[in-house]
């Protein structure tokens, strides 16, 4: 894969306590954020509950389509945790207790404390490649172009500083953010898709937030070709400047 | 639909921004939350870019086999906003601008305010339903048993308050928590496996956190059955109160 090309991924999020509502995702926006900084993509995110099938479907989906597959959460002790054994299952190999994930853990816990449920997070698929947990020790691991972590944002986001030596990256994308400080959207959409509409290799979006009650507009240009980024920013910023004199009290 | 039925969800957050991670998504678990406590259980979530087809082929996806179907996200007056156009295509109806969104946009702007790019905020697709927005007036839309809504978060739940008016809601999810202090999910997941397999109509589900180098584990049931759910927290407190009892130091 050559740098030029893009690199594209999917963020899969596994675990009912999400689609409850009771627990908040923090993990697709940090694991999207960490990977544009290597210039990957990420193109899909999804959320699915503890069920195995929709979990292999989900797998088999997602890896198929895109680069890489970032899995978060059920890759603990307990009967809910069914992560591994699915990605076994999508990719048709065995799972079992691997004496490499039994040796990690085995630096935290005596062998005693060794339960049936705590050997659970040994069990890993046939082939993978081991993701040190430096939190907690039972590892994350790396299938094919599936790479298994933990759901807990702590232990999640030391899994992904390992997880980040099976990726390789791509072209950066980069970015530039220009505040339309005073104009609605209204008054900048149609000159804004104009601008947009002639630079094939730049996206620009506008996207408003709402805080103390007013809008706040940001219009955000991003390209791999800095040339081309440079140009949308001018053509953006021009944009927003002429609108901003329209305002002024004649 | 009788009370007793499950009334399933899936949510559909769509732009570019919360795949960049510049934007961090708030809207699943919100919206999550929200339809728990009126019985609808959301049973996937989804990501997508402002792309046309990637739009159009979740709709379909997940309208067809959830119940309903949430979307956040799309409804602006700039150029990267389509999700109407997208639902349109997804149901095979035209769309054009609606003199009721018009009409509710009006008690806002002047008519010389209403640029092209405000008015792309009227397009509506055909046979629609819609939601008002009282933060800024221009509104969302059901069509069938998609609901659509802003992506800003306090626009949305402005709207999600309306939205509900359309949706049935279903037998509410029970849910009790028992804290498994001083356990680690390594002592106990055996034992809950036990318990949770023995009980078919009680979700059990285990969720740690780590808090200033901690775990703390807590241990859902969820049940529809009333009954059900108390008899099988009774279970889960003996066993958590058994393995607590169990380290005290002899």
Redesign the interface.
């Known amino acids: 894969m050559s740098a030029s090309d893009s690199v594209t991924a999917a963020i899969l999020v596994i675990?009912?306590?999400?689609?409850?509502?009771?627990?908040?995702?923090?993990n697709?926006?940090?694991?999207?954020?960490?990977?544009?900084r290597i210039g990957v993509?990420?193109?899909?995110?999804?959320?699915?509950?503890?069920i195995e099938a929709?979990i292999v479907s989900a797998i088999l989906a997602l890896g198929e389509r895109y680069d890489y597959l970032f899995t978060t959460g059920g890759i603990?002790?307990?009967?809910?945790d069914i992560t591994a054994d699915c990605v076994a299952k999508a990719f048709g190999v065995a799972i079992d207790e691997d004496p490499r994930a039994l040796a990690l853990m085995m630096e935290r816990?005596r062998e005693d404390?060794l339960?049936?449920?705590?050997r659970?997070?040994a069990r890993i698929p046939a082939g993978a490649a081991l993701i040190e947990n430096p939190?907690?020790k039972a590892p994350g691991f790396r299938l094919g172009n599936v790479i298994v972590m933990a759901g807990?944002?702590?232990?999640m986001q030391a899994m992904l500083d390992n997880a980040i030596k099976h990726v390789e990256g791509g072209a950066l994308?980069l970015?530039e953010t220009i505040e339309a400080a005073g104009l609605p959207?209204?008054?900048?959409?149609?000159d804004?898709?104009i601008i947009?509409?002639a630079r094939p290799t730049v996206?620009?979006?506008?996207?408003?937030?709402?805080q103390d009650g007013k809008?706040r507009n940001q219009i955000?240009v991003?390209s791999k070709d800095a040339a081309a980024l440079a140009e949308a920013k001018a053509a953006v910023t021009a944009m927003v400047a002429k609108l901003q004199g329209d305002c002024l009290p004649l």
């Open positions: 675990g009912d306590e999400i689609l409850s509502g009771r627990t908040k995702d923090r697709i926006g940090y694991i999207a954020e960490y990977l544009a993509e990420v193109r899909e995110a999804r959320v699915v509950p503890d929709e603990g002790p307990t009967h809910d816990y404390e339960t049936p449920a705590r659970r997070m939190v907690s807990v944002p702590a232990v994308m970015s959207e209204g008054r900048y959409g149609e804004l898709r947009a509409e996206s620009i979006g506008s996207y408003p937030s709402f809008f955000v991003r």
